[in-house]
């Protein structure tokens, strides 16, 4: 599809994009002149284009979050807060605009931008709350003859960089809580999602946020340009949510600065179905857990551990779910899966899959690459997979669930352990022993119980292993955005 053949409202939902770079207020073109391609997925065809930052843009942006950074941790947090409950309001107001762009620069259907938007939205709704409730401690030494006072001050200058698949969330999540804490930043989003992130900025703006707290970097020169940013005295904290792989090297670089580091990495979830559990239930779960954001969220159940008594009903069951979805563009009103982002993905999604029937795995249903322009791939559940096989391994991050079966709880829990990622467990019980059991013994820095969705914005979200550290959302959030320091207060 060229840019032409958009519809009327796709045209202006693109057009409420400013397409350069934000720094110290000021909408930019790159230094250099050079711009950046946003290709829709479900044609890959071209969208629309955006700057694309130089190594001087970025170290602009970072001189405007440091020249910025006084003024703005010595704004009253009341001030902070209002500004980020008016950008709340402004994006649910706006929800059907932002939608419709991030439809087509993602691919995932209305329903899934509608929602990201609900969920991202209200991460500046809950630290617009949060920003007045940042409180020290006061206390008596043990000897009585000193003071001791604890104050919380904003970490700095931050870093954030983010990924394509929720480009509203990952970002909200970062940019909120920095913004309540008093910290100013540059954001450097996903180049296969800027419009989104641009949007917001505009959006920030708009809400009265002052110029040079928040600079917008959009790059294809990712390393090139980032790296210098990670090891610049001059900045505080790097926030990154995105591949384990590229966390690892970030976590290498940031040493240098010994900088404060938050790391939101990659997931491979079990979903574990016990016999005891109601399968109906389980299943809703289950469609919940695999088909939001089509496969593509860290949190997406990678692995179906299912006791060996109701493993075939449950295959049967989600397969007839999964079979009956529609998919289409994600613009279609009636579509509910949309295109993977781009076509890597959907290779790789696809590689998975063979690999996994060659190694002896059946196809319940889907597994085939569609005809056709766009990176679709069908929902597919396959099963009698063997553990050893890269769909088990690895991160699918597409709409594809593997089942595999066991017949004790303790096998069921070593199964689910068995993996170097630790970002999210869920389990379908009606043993409340067990229940506890289970939660106690994921080695995971989240759990859903007969749930399949544990992402929310009043929660603390992030993982154990390779999945990272650090904490999103929740009253744990906004703590890593501050630096706690005690005074001893003497001569009484
Ligand atoms: P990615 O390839 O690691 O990219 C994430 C971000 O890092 C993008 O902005 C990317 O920029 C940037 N980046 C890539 N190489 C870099 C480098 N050398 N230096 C600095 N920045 C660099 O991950 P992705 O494919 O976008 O996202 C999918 C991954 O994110 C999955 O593994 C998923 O599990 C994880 N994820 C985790 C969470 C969580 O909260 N735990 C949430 C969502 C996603 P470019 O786009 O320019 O390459």
Not at 128 to 139: D, H, L, M, N, P
Not at 270 to 297: Q, S, T, W
Not at 434 to 444: A, N
Request: a negative charge.
């Amino acid at each position: 599809m060229s840019i032409s053949s958009l519809s009327g409202a796709e045209q202006q939902a693109i057009e409420s994009v400013h397409p350069r770079l934000l720094i110290g207020g000021e909408w930019r073109d790159a230094s250099d002149g050079a711009t950046l391609l946003v290709e829709d997925p479900s044609t890959g065809g071209p969208l629309t284009s955006v700057a694309d930052a130089t190594v001087a843009d970025g170290a602009a942006a970072l001189d405007a979050a440091v020249a910025a950074q006084p003024d703005w941790a010595a704004t009253p947090p009341r001030e902070r807060g209002e500004i980020l409950r008016r950008a709340f309001d402004m994006v649910i107001e706006r929800t059907e605009e932002l939608a419709l762009l991030m439809t087509l620069e993602m691919g995932k259907p209305l329903a899934e931008s509608r929602a990201e938007i609900a969920y991202g939205a209200e991460f500046l709704r809950w630290f617009s709350e949060e920003a007045v409730r940042v409180s020290g401690r006061y206390s008596v030494a043990p000897n009585g003859a000193t003071r001791l006072l604890t104050l919380k001050q904003p970490v700095g200058p931050c870093l954030m960089i983010t990924p394509w698949n929720f480009p509203l969330a990952m970002g909200t999540r970062k940019i909120a809580p920095a913004v309540a804490a008093g910290c100013t930043m540059v954001v450097k989003p996903a180049s296969l999602t800027p419009l989104t992130m641009l949007w917001l900025a505009g959006v920030m703006r708009e809400a009265g946020l002052p110029d040079g707290v928040l600079n917008i970097v959009t790059t294809s020169r990712t390393g090139e340009v980032m790296e210098p940013l990670i090891r610049d005295p001059r900045l505080r904290k790097l926030t990154f949510t995105g591949s384990t792989a590229v966390g690892r090297s970030l976590v290498e670089q940031s040493a240098e600065g010994l900088l404060r580091v938050s790391m939101e990495l990659g997931g491979n979830a079990p979903f574990v179905v016990f016999d005891d559990a109601d399968l109906d239930a389980a299943v809703d779960g289950a469609m919940l857990a695999k088909m939001r954001n089509i496969g593509e969220a860290c949190t997406a159940a990678n692995r179906f551990i299912v006791h060996e008594s109701v493993a075939q009903e449950f295959g049967r069951r989600l397969a007839e779910r999964m079979g009956a979805l529609r998919v289409g563009r994600g613009t279609g009103d009636d579509v509910e899966v949309g295109p993977l982002v781009e076509q890597k993905q959907r290779d790789s999604v696809a590689e998975l899959v063979t690999e996994a029937v060659d190694a002896g795995a059946t196809v319940l249903t889907g597994g085939e690459v569609p005809d056709g322009a766009g990176w679709f791939y069908p929902p597919t559940v396959l099963t009698d997979v063997p553990l050893t096989a890269r769909v088990a391994t690895e991160e699918i991050f597409g709409p594809v669930a593997p089942i595999f079966t066991f017949s004790t709880e303790e096998e069921a829990l070593r199964m689910a352990n068995d993996t170097e990622y630790g970002l999210v467990g869920y389990a379908f019980t009606r043993d409340h022993a067990r229940v506890v059991r289970v939660y106690e013994g994921l080695e995971t820095g989240m759990v859903g119980i007969n749930q399949g969705i544990v992402s929310n914005p009043a929660a603390p979200f992030g993982g154990v292993k390779a999945s990272g550290f650090g904490r999103e959302g929740g009253s744990e959030g906004i703590e890593e955005y501050l630096e706690t320091k005690y005074v001893g207060l003497g001569g009484l």
